[in-house]
């Protein structure tokens, strides 16, 4: 049976299936995720016996199923979206662009294909140039290596596939520089370390990683402590963070690893909000304190404390305090040194003021 099909498939249920669900008698029949049946279900697209069921109904035997859609999803494909970028460097091998935090890199699995496949740097690439080296494949064109969603800064982008492929060679090389700025939770107490820790997919929260299984990928972290802050909401470190590998997340389960998660990072430990440590009686306009606002029968809603949240008591960023600030490699063709270094975005320069403020 074809998987890929585009016009309906009608399935015989034999009564030998009797007592089976009808996701699982699906997945069986079509060799495909219980995942994918099941979202088949859910947008009605499977007919038993003509009418929309769900998946945990019991199969009698006899029955006729219809699959109105592919069981397998087509495949996913990068579209070319007119997204405004922030292009530092370009030339005909290369491009550097500085990409602002919830911005993904490329498409990624799970969800429905618009929300999969729309808004990411991939896109807007493919708008703006011509042309992109082709080794990522569709998905990925002229992804040499990848920024978090929520991470901003520095990102570099190979137009053509020599290109692509001397610039890897560089990134396998440890011969790419790069330098972030975080923010993390709590004083460090060394001015400067290393943090050589090998990183894997946690066995249980797949969305994370983890330093805590064997096996891992080697991964190395050095920091410096830039600034200690001791703020109304709690102590923080300003440090300066350079990495000898690219893993996923590394920067983040590093630092989580060692006490100190990244402010904004809810994944790996940093709380949602930041709360004010008592007592913080500044006045407002009207004489009234932050206390009696929380007293009064009207609390601020969220929005308000997210406008205010020194006044509120609380504070919240909806991104990691996480930043490249700097790149450096050798340009693929020339050899040349390429330096470039992006400033702080003015959303984390505001989050550092108002933790500061009195």
Not at 71 to 87: F, G, T
Not at 148 to 162: H, M, P, Q, R, Y
Not at 283 to 303: C, E, F, I, V, Y
Request: hydrophobic fraction near 40%; aromatic fraction near 4%; include cysteine.
């Amino acid at each position: 049976m074809p998987l890929t099909e585009s016009g309906p498939i009608t399935i015989s249920v034999s009564n030998d299936a009797a007592g089976q669900r009808l996701d699982q008698f699906l997945v069986a029949q079509l060799n495909v995720s219980r995942a994918r049946v099941q979202e088949l279900i859910r947008a009605e697209k499977v007919l038993l016996d003509g009418a929309p069921a769900k998946a945990s109904v019991k199969l009698r035997g006899g029955e006729s199923i219809t699959m109105l859609g592919p069981a397998e999803r087509p495949p996913l494909r990068a579209v070319a979206e007119e997204i405004p970028l922030d292009i530092l460097y370009e030339d005909d091998d290369l491009a550097i662009i500085n990409k602002p935090a919830g911005m993904m890199v490329h498409a990624g699995a799970g969800a429905t294909e618009d929300r999969r496949n729309r808004g990411t740097l991939v896109n807007a690439l493919l708008h703006h140039f011509a042309s992109l080296s082709a080794i990522g494949g569709e998905v990925r064109p002229g992804i040499v290596h990848r920024l978090d969603k929520e991470t901003s800064g520095l990102i570099v982008v190979a137009k053509n596939d020599e290109a692509h492929r001397k610039l890897a060679a560089q990134f396998a090389g440890r011969e790419v520089k790069k330098t972030y700025i975080a923010l993390v939770c709590g004083w460090v107490k060394k001015d400067q370390g290393t943090i050589a820790a090998s990183i894997s997919r946690d066995r249980v929260h797949r969305t994370r990683m983890t330093t805590l299984l064997a096996g891992g990928r080697e991964a190395v972290s050095h920091y410096r402590v830039v600034r200690r802050l001791d703020t109304p909401f709690g102590k923080f470190t300003l440090i300066e963070v350079k990495i000898d590998t690219g893993r996923t997340h590394q920067i983040r389960v590093h630092m989580a690893s060692v006490g100190h998660p990244v402010v904004g990072d809810k994944l790996y430990g940093a709380p949602a909000e930041l709360q004010k440590s008592p007592p913080f009686a500044k006045s407002t306009k009207d004489g009234a304190t932050a206390a009696n606002l929380r007293r009064s029968n009207t609390p601020p809603s969220r929005k308000e404390r997210e406008k205010d949240g020194a006044t509120a008591g609380t504070l919240s960023l909806p991104r990691n305090f996480l930043h490249a600030a700097e790149l450096g490699l050798a340009h693929p063709r020339t050899g040349k040194r390429i330096a470039l270094t992006s400033r702080l975005p003015e959303e984390l320069r505001e989050f550092l003021a108002a933790i500061e403020r009195p």
